[in-house]
């Protein structure tokens, strides 16, 4: 008999998805870009929620590893618009995706490259 695979579907709400970045420090919440949720730190974005045909879509900046393993997974591709100017962002917008657990795994991963870019001086001010 062969082993059957259970993907999880996205589950993470839209609400799920900003109270998780708020709970992330110094973060700042602004909706921009056709109703996008666009979180930042340090004034860089590191996550976007926004729609995808009528279904939410999120958004995060990937390691390169990452970004190699997840941009061909059923669920995941690479960020529109980002990832078409050199940047390596994912979107996650449909089925099997990623579960919560990894889909928020991703955002703190990002969250982190992008405290890590800040200057000294900025990182310092933000008490990061």
């Known amino acids: 008999m062969g082993r ?16 998780f970045c708020t709970s992330l420090k110094q973060t700042t919440h602004v909706v921009q870009w056709g109703n996008a949720d666009v979180w930042k730190v340090g004034g860089k974005v590191f996550a976007i929620a ?4 009528g279904a939410d879509a999120y958004v995060f900046k990937a390691s ?32 099997p995706g990623l579960s919560d657990k ?11 490259m992008v405290v890590a870019k800040l200057t ?4 310092s001010e933000l008490n990061l």
Request: glycine fraction near 6%; hydrophobic fraction near 35%.
């Open 64 to 95: 390169d590893i990452a970004y190699e393993v997840l941009q061909d997974q059923p669920g995941i591709r690479p960020a529109p618009y980002m990832a078409s100017r050199g940047m390596k962002w994912l979107q996650v917008y449909g089925e």
């Open 50 to 53: 926004g729609w995808n045909d």
């Open 102 to 112: 990894e889909l928020k795994s991703h955002i703190s991963l990002s969250y982190d």
């Open 120 to 123: 000294k001086k900025k990182r």
């Open 4 to 19: 059957v695979f259970r993907y999880t579907s996205i589950m993470l709400t839209r609400d799920d998805f900003n109270a």
